[in-house]
């Protein structure tokens, strides 16, 4: 592919690049290289999560085709239990997934996107209308801004302002990953959620595939070493990262390959809780109500807890908080104590037994 190797040259007179040019160099990439999933060069920015809910199928349906074709990302990222919610979508490229969650929230709900990318930003405001008349709304329950995940605040976004923030193979890309999940944790509501996929690395990178411009737009030369995240997320105030699925990324170029050597990466699925202080009491039973529009009969939380409708599964104290906390406690019933919370706690604490160490 003639542009692939236009790429790959152009990288190497760029290897010093400064914070600010590789943010440049990310919009040039998304903005103008990209035209459409085809021009991708790995599986690492289409790469599903898990099999999508009925209703979720059905509101991609209504999604305008340009907003569709301008789309790349890791999958859709849909966590459940979305009524009435405000939701952050961090990255959100020309709006596909904005415009699913509009549906999903509801007209009493509310949407808000925000990407560096000014194209795609205009793609996303130019469909606004399109979609409220298609979804039937009176007024929009979407906004868009051009700005930057690092710095929120620029944008107007008040603290404690959403129920959750979702992010869709975005956060690789920003230079500095911890402004990123600080300014998240800040305009959470206590009790908020980020649900968001990305790239993560075996191990640190090194410096060849820090700086290749291909890699980086990839998304692979942002990736975070996964350790990175537990200790980063949990520093800046999160409750520890909790693995919902995780897929390996294929490279089908061997020049990348060369550069990239024994490094390997997955796109995987977190849960972060902005989990107010004091919540936590102990390990516990919880007890599904089934009331989830589309998970009635059993709530896949994470890979390490699954809830079918009314039946007794204990959860170490971490999980008890979460769904004490969360917009998940009207759907459950949390007792204290259990038969077995001991060795729960012991195998299952600090969200560790379902994490990448498979990498």
Known sequence: MP?????????????????????????????????????LKTNACITSARPLPKMVRDALEHIHEEVVARYYGCGLVIPE???????????SGSGRDCYVLSQLVGEQGHVTGI??????VEVAKKHIAYHM????????????????????????????????????????????????????????????EMYFSDIYASQRLSEPIRKHRVLWGECLAGALYWRDLYSTAEEVGFSAPRLVTASPITIGNKELEAVVGDCRFVSATFRLFKVPAGS???????????GIVGHERELVFDANFSFKE??????????????????????????????NTAALQGCCGKGVKASLTWL
């Not at 542009?3 to 600010?20: D, F, I, K, W």
């Not at 990407?115 to 795609?120: C, L």
């Open 115 to 120: 990407d560096m990318t000014e194209g795609q």
């Open 81 to 91: 239990c979305l009524s009435s919610c405000r939701i952050l979508d961090l990255g």
């Open 133 to 192: 008349d298609k979804f039937g709304y009176c007024k929009p329950n979407v906004e868009f801004f051009h700005g930057y995940m690092e710095k929120l605040g620029d944008a107007g976004l008040a603290d404690e302002s959403y129920d959750i923030i979702v992010s869709n193979c975005v956060i690789n890309l920003a230079p500095d990953k911890r402004a990123v999940l600080q300014e998240a944790f800040r305009v959470l509501k206590p009790g908020g």
């Open 280 to 290: 936590r009491a102990g390990p516990g039973q919880a007890i599904y109500n089934g």
């Open 3 to 39: 542009g692939q190797h236009r790429l790959l040259g152009r990288s190497v007179a760029r290897a010093g690049q400064s914070p600010a040019e590789a943010l440049q160099l990310e919009a040039d990439y998304y903005g103008k290289e990209l035209q459409k999933s085809e021009d």
């Open 310 to 339: 009314g039946e007794v599964v204990d959860v170490d104290a971490e999980m008890a908080a979460i769904l004490q906390s969360s917009r998940f406690a009207e759907e459950f019933l949390i007792r204290a104590g259990g038969a």
